[in-house]
């Protein structure tokens, strides 16, 4: 059994061993994938990327490796990586942001999700939206290879620690 019940609820009584099962049904693939190439810098890239979506009123968020790299750094990773709702087949953004279609060599990777749960537990750093650190742990565990590493480093620094906190903070109450 994962969960217990509460007087005000449910509780998580595994929670490593529910994300792990989440993880292994889980890909990001799932969504609309635009593969683009840009002459700028990454960070350049997702600095227009977030000034263009903010002015049009468009949800996004980094994802993969351009989130991690804001919320537990593993691997350096030149490619920029955003969800982005209803926008990865516009035509408006592509050409606001100087970015072209390719078949290899991407450098700039737009996802459409299938399930907006992907925007839920944003959180900004630096002024930049990046996913929650469970849909970017499954998010990196469906990228394999140093994806893989990078989940399992997240889960380390950031979630198992924030899940112990939690516990304890409410064993005081």
Do not use: H
Not at 118 to 138: T, W
């Amino acid at each position: 059994m994962l969960t217990t019940e509460r007087a005000v609820g449910f509780a998580l009584t595994k929670p490593k061993e529910l994300l792990q099962e989440w993880a292994s049904q889980y890909s990001y693939r799932k969504s609309m994938i635009s593969d683009l190439y840009s002459m700028k810098d990454e960070s350049i890239v997702e600095e227009e990327l977030r000034t263009y979506c903010s002015a049009k009123n468009i949800r996004f968020a980094l994802t993969l490796f351009s989130g991690a790299s804001r919320v537990a750094p593993y691997a350096r990773f030149k490619r920029v990586y955003a969800y982005i709702e209803n926008g990865v087949q516009e035509m408006l953004l592509e050409k606001a942001l100087d970015l072209k279609q390719v078949a290899t060599g991407p450098n700039v990777t737009l996802l459409e999700p299938y399930d907006e749960g992907v925007f839920y537990g944003l959180a900004k750093y630096n002024e930049m939206p990046v996913v929650s650190p469970i849909q970017l742990y499954l998010d990196l565990k469906s990228y394999k290879g140093r994806g893989e590493d990078a989940a399992q480093f997240l889960f380390e620094q950031v979630i198992e620690p924030s899940w112990l906190q939690k516990q304890t903070t409410e064993k005081e109450k």
